[in-house]
């Protein structure tokens, strides 16, 4: 069995367009979940009865198979005051189902959050989306920009967040990595004004993007709950990755648990689930006007193929540690 430390995830993903590789990889395992080839369960959380809700001592459970890839994976974390502490895939060669490495998750997880959200930009994003907008400057904001670039000619990224600091590390390290525009904003108003694309990675359950900010044409994409409210859903054509995690999340997913029980959305009212657009099955963007809305709640079939991805880079490289585990 192969352990990977977060830098042998690291050095695993130096040269080569890594992202757009990631976006490719996580493209195929939807395209397989389309088919009805893979299988994955709903994220469980485990909370001990002295500190309930999921911001306070949690573990985290993610489990999914994807036969046609040769893998299977667990993703397993734990959180704490809304933080997650300790992040690892236990990865599985689904011909005999023995262990066949234990990765480290933090780095490559804003990869493995990422990529959906390429292949949904690659579909739902108008053809001549030059623009980005984001609030938010943390290591998935990193990430969603670096997907969308992967599949998009963008020109343009405008990027706000509460702390100017992050704004300017996130600016230096994106112009380096893309060698496109990367204009820091002083408001979340501003950095989405004009954009093609709109993106909110923020901690979540705090509204920071207005319906009013919604473009005919635009193509928003959410990260984490609570980012928006009910009247950016009800204006949208509403797009997911496993309806029935992000309606049927826990703790209840903003704002879609409130429409839900008020009666004004329901599993329905979501125009298909990306797995199928990627497939074909089902259309993705229909005109150039429409507003789509795009949001994964996170599914174990990414970890599944993203852990393989990177298992097989590292393999190739020498990287990682043996370990003589389940040995007799």
Same mark, same amino acid.
């Given at each position: 069995?192969?352990?990977?430390?977060e830098?042998d995830?690291?050095?695993?993903?130096?040269g080569g367009?890594a992202?757009k590789?990631?976006?490719a990889?996580i493209e195929?395992?939807?395209?397989?979940q389309?088919?009805?080839?893979?299988?994955?369960?709903?994220r469980?959380?485990?909370?001990h009865?002295?500190h309930?809700?999921?911001?306070w001592?949690?573990?985290?459970i993610?489990?999914g198979?994807a036969?046609?890839?040769?893998?299977?994976?667990v993703r397993?974390?734990?959180g704490?005051?809304?933080?997650n502490q300790?992040?690892?895939?236990?990865?599985?060669?689904w011909?005999?189902?023995r262990?066949?490495?234990?990765i480290?998750d933090v780095?490559?997880?804003a990869?493995?959050?990422?990529?959906?959200?390429?292949?949904?930009a690659?579909?739902?994003?108008?053809e001549?989306?030059?623009?980005?907008?984001i609030?938010?400057?943390g290591?998935?904001?990193?990430?969603?920009?670096?997907?969308v670039?992967?599949?998009?000619?963008?020109?343009?990224?405008?990027?706000?967040?509460?702390?100017p =600091?992050?704004? *300017?590390a996130?600016?230096d390290?994106?112009? @380096?990595?893309l060698?496109? $525009?990367i204009?820091?904003c !002083?408001?979340?108003?501003?950095?989405m004004e004009g954009?093609d694309?709109?993106?909110?990675?923020t901690?979540?359950?705090?509204?920071?993007?207005?319906?009013e900010?919604?473009m005919?044409?635009?193509?928003?994409m959410?990260?984490?709950p609570g980012?928006f409210?009910?009247?950016t859903v009800?204006?949208?054509?509403?797009f997911?990755?496993a309806?029935?995690q992000v309606?049927?999340?826990e703790?209840?997913r903003?704002p879609?648990?409130?429409?839900?029980?008020?009666?004004?959305?329901?599993p329905?009212?979501v125009?298909?689930?990306?797995?199928?657009?990627a =497939?074909?099955k *089902?259309?993705g963007r229909?005109?150039?006007? @429409?507003i789509?809305l795009? $949001?994964?709640?996170?599914? !174990?079939?990414?970890?599944?193929?993203i852990?393989?991805?990177?298992?097989?880079r590292?393999?190739a490289?020498?990287l990682?540690?043996?370990?003589p585990?389940g040995e007799?």
């Amino acid at each position: 069995m192969l352990f990977l430390t977060e830098q042998d995830v690291k050095a695993a993903l130096v040269g080569g367009d890594a992202y757009k590789e990631a976006v490719a990889v996580i493209e195929d395992v939807l395209r397989q979940q389309s088919a009805g080839t893979t299988h994955h369960l709903k994220r469980t959380t485990m909370t001990h009865p002295a500190h309930p809700g999921h911001l306070w001592h949690n573990i985290r459970i993610l489990p999914g198979m994807a036969p046609e890839l040769g893998a299977a994976a667990v993703r397993l974390y734990s959180g704490y005051r809304g933080t997650n502490q300790s992040e690892i895939i236990c990865l599985f060669d689904w011909s005999d189902m023995r262990m066949s490495a234990i990765i480290s998750d933090v780095y490559l997880h804003a990869i493995r959050t990422a990529t959906p959200y390429g292949v949904a930009a690659k579909y739902l994003a108008r053809e001549n989306a030059r623009t980005i907008g984001i609030i938010g400057s943390g290591r998935y904001a990193r990430g969603m920009v670096q997907a969308v670039c992967a599949v998009r000619p963008i020109e343009r990224v405008q990027v706000y967040s509460r702390d100017p =600091a992050n704004v *300017k590390a996130f600016c230096d390290e994106m112009r @380096e990595a893309l060698r496109i $525009e990367i204009v820091p904003c !002083a408001s979340g108003r501003e950095a989405m004004e004009g954009a093609d694309i709109m993106i909110t990675a923020t901690s979540g359950n705090t509204i920071v993007f207005e319906a009013e900010w919604l473009m005919p044409g635009t193509l928003l994409m959410s990260l984490a709950p609570g980012e928006f409210g009910e009247d950016t859903v009800l204006r949208s054509r509403v797009f997911l990755s496993a309806p029935e995690q992000v309606l049927g999340d826990e703790p209840p997913r903003k704002p879609f648990n409130t429409l839900i029980a008020s009666g004004k959305f329901g599993p329905g009212d979501v125009a298909a689930d990306i797995c199928d657009v990627a =497939a074909g099955k *089902k259309p993705g963007r229909t005109a150039d006007d @429409e507003i789509i809305l795009y $949001e994964s709640a996170g599914l !174990a079939l990414l970890d599944v193929g993203i852990g393989h991805w990177v298992y097989q880079r590292a393999r190739a490289r020498g990287l990682g540690t043996e370990l003589p585990f389940g040995e007799h």
